[in-house]
T-cell receptor, first 114, second 113 residues
Framework: SQELEQSPQSLIVQEGKNLTINCTSS?????LYWYKQKYGEGLIFLMM?????EEKSHEKITAKLDEKKQQSSLHITASQPSHAGIYLC??????????????FGKGTKLSVIP | DTAVSQTPKYLVTQMGNDKSIKCEQN?????MYWYKQDSKKFLKIMFS???????INETVPNRFSPKSPDKAHLNLHINSLELGDSAVYFC????????????FGPGTRLLVL
C-alpha cells in the first residue's frame, strides 16, 4: 500500500517568515491533495495537483508536484497566525480493479508566532 | 500492521436500505472520528467520540448514527439510504482531541443506487 511521509512533523515560525512542507510518496502519484485542519474543525481542501511539474496557488499558499521524485511541496509566503494548523497531504493510488484509494500523510503541525 | 482499518472498502446498495461501516484502530488512541468526503474533495467532520463518549455531532441527518462499543471501535450506521449519501467516508483517530494529528483509514466508497 502507498505511504506518504510528511516533513517536518511540526514547525514553529515567526509571523512573516516563509516556510515549506514536503510530502513524499512511496509509490507513483496519480493525484496529490493538500488539506488544512484547523483546531476543532474538519479538513479543508486546499488544492489538488495531478500533473508532474504542476504548480497551484491558493492565496499565499503554493504547492508543486514533482512526479519523478514522487514528491510535493507546500510553500507558505509571509506566514500569518491564520495559517496555523495541521497540514495533511493525501494521494490517490491504484487499489485494484481500476479503482483508487486515498491515503493521507500523518500531517505537519504549523504554529505561527505573532 | 494497519493502524486504522475500515470495512467494507466498497459498498453498493439500493435506496432505502440500512447499512453499516465499521472502523477499528489499534493505536491506543482515545478519540475517533467519522468524515464524509464530498465531490469537491472536502472532508467534513460528522462525529467524534472520545473514550466512547460523543463529543462532536455535526449537523447530519439523524439517519446517521455512530456507535462505539469500545474506544478502539467506532461504527457508522446509516438508515434509509438516499442517493445523496453516496460519498467516501473516512474514519480517523487521534491520541487526544481534535487538535492532535489524526490518522486516517483507507476510506469506504459508498454508492447508493
Amino acid at each position: 500500500s502507498q505511504e506518504l511521509e510528511q516533513s517536518p512533523q511540526s514547525l514553529i515560525v515567526q509571523e512573516g517568515k516563509n516556510l515549506t512542507i514536503n510530502c513524499t510518496s512511496s509509490k507513483t502519484l496519480y493525484g496529490l491533495y493538500w488539506y488544512k485542519q484547523k483546531y476543532g474543525e474538519g479538513l479543508i481542501f486546499l488544492m489538488m495537483l495531478q500533473k508532474g511539474g504542476e504548480e497551484k496557488s491558493h492565496e499565499k499558499i503554493t504547492a508543486k508536484l514533482d512526479e519523478k521524485k514522487q514528491q510535493s511541496s507546500l510553500h507558505i509566503t509571509a506566514s500569518q497566525p491564520s495559517h496555523a494548523g495541521i497540514y495533511l497531504c493525501g494521494a490517490d493510488s491504484l487499489a485494484g480493479a481500476g479503482s483508487y484509494q486515498l491515503t493521507f500523510g500523518k500531517g505537519t503541525k504549523l504554529s505561527v508566532i505573532p | 500492521d494497519t493502524a486504522v482499518s475500515q470495512t467494507p472498502k466498497y459498498l453498493v446498495t439500493q435506496m432505502g436500505n440500512d447499512k453499516s461501516i465499521k472502523c477499528e484502530q489499534n493505536l491506543g488512541h482515545d478519540t475517533m472520528y467519522w468524515y464524509k468526503q464530498d465531490s469537491k474533495k472536502f472532508l467534513k467532520i460528522m462525529f467524534s467520540y472520545n473514550n466512547k463518549e460523543l463529543i462532536i455531532n455535526e449537523t447530519v441527518p439523524n439517519r446517521f448514527s455512530p456507535k462505539s462499543p469500545d474506544k478502539a471501535h467506532l461504527n457508522l450506521h446509516i438508515n434509509s439510504l438516499e442517493l445523496g449519501d453516496s460519498a467516501v467516508y473516512f474514519c480517523a483517530s487521534s491520541q487526544a482531541g481534535v487538535g492532535e494529528t489524526q490518522y486516517f483509514g483507507p476510506g469506504t466508497r459508498l454508492l447508493v443506487l
